[in-house]
C-alpha cells in the first residue's frame, strides 16, 4: 500500500516555483481566506500572537503519517495551550481527487481530531502562493510582529513512516524560542514531502 501511494505521491525536497516565496526576516504576506464553516480569516486578526502555517493534503504519504501517529495533533494541542494560533492551508485545487469540498474538510477534521485553530480552503492557491508553499506539509511560523520568523520542513524526518515525535521539530523550536524573546536559530530549511497540489 504504502509503495502505491509512493507512486503516486513524489518527494519534492527540492522543488522550484514558479513564484516568490515569503521571506524570513521580512513581513509575511498578508492574506484574506475563508475557512471550512465559512468564516473569513485574516492574517491580521491574530496580531500579536504567533501564527503557525501548515500546507496540508492528508492524502500526501508524509501528512497522513504525522495525522495518522497522531504527533500533528499533538503539537497543535501543545502550542494551543500557549496561546499560538494554527492555520491548515489546503491548496488542493478542485480537479484533483485530495480536493476537499467544505463538507468532506469539516468530517476529516473530526475524524483526525485537528486541533488546529482553523482549516482555510486554498484551493485557487492564493495564499499557498503567496508563501511559496511548495509541499505537504510546509511550515511557516510568524512572530508576534507579524514577521516571518521560520520557514521549511517540519522536523529533520523525512519520511512517510515511523513516529515523528522522535525527529527535530523545527516548529516547536522556533515557537520556543520566540515565547522566550529570543532570536530563532534554524531560520529555515528544505521542506519535504509531495507537490502542492496547484491548479496552475
Known amino acids: 500500500m504504502m509503495k502505491r501511494l509512493m507512486g503516486s505521491f513524489v518527494a519534492f525536497a527540492l522543488v522550484t ?3 516568490a516565496a515569503a521571506e524570513v526576516g521580512q513581513p509575511a504576506p498578508d492574506f484574506n481566506g475563508t475557512d471550512i464553516n465559512g468564516k473569513t480569516v485574516r492574517l491580521t486578526d491574530f496580531k500579536g500572537k504567533i501564527v503557525v502555517l501548515e500546507s496540508y493534503n492528508s492524502e500526501c504519504p508524509f501528512c497522513h503519517n504525522h495525522y495518522q501517529t497522531g504527533a500533528m495533533q499533538d503539537l497543535q494541542r501543545e502550542l494551543a495551550a500557549k ?16 480536493y476537499r469540498s467544505p463538507e468532506a474538510a469539516r468530517k476529516e477534521w473530526a475524524s483526525e481530531k485537528i ?5 482555510l480552503d486554498d484551493s485557487s492557491g492564493e495564499i499557498g502562493k503567496k508563501y511559496g508553499m511548495r509541499t505537504t506539509p510546509h511550515m511557516f511560523v510568524i512572530d508576534t510582529k507579524g514577521v516571518l520568523a521560520y520557514a521549511g520542513a517540519i522536523d529533520d524526518r523525512p519520511s512517510p513512516e515511523g513516529d515523528p515525535r522522535t525527529a527535530r521539530n523545527y516548529v516547536r523550536e522556533a515557537v520556543q524560542k520566540l515565547e522566550a524573546g529570543q532570536k530563532v536559530e534554524v531560520t529555515q530549511t528544505k ?7 496547484y491548479g496552475s
Open 17 to 19: 516555483c514558479a513564484f
Open 191 to 197: 521542506p519535504y514531502g509531495c507537490g502542492v497540489k
Open 83 to 98: 496561546g499560538v494560533v494554527w492555520l491548515l492551508v489546503d491548496s488542493v485545487a478542485r480537479k484533483y481527487p485530495s
Open 115 to 119: 486541533h488546529a485553530t482553523a482549516w
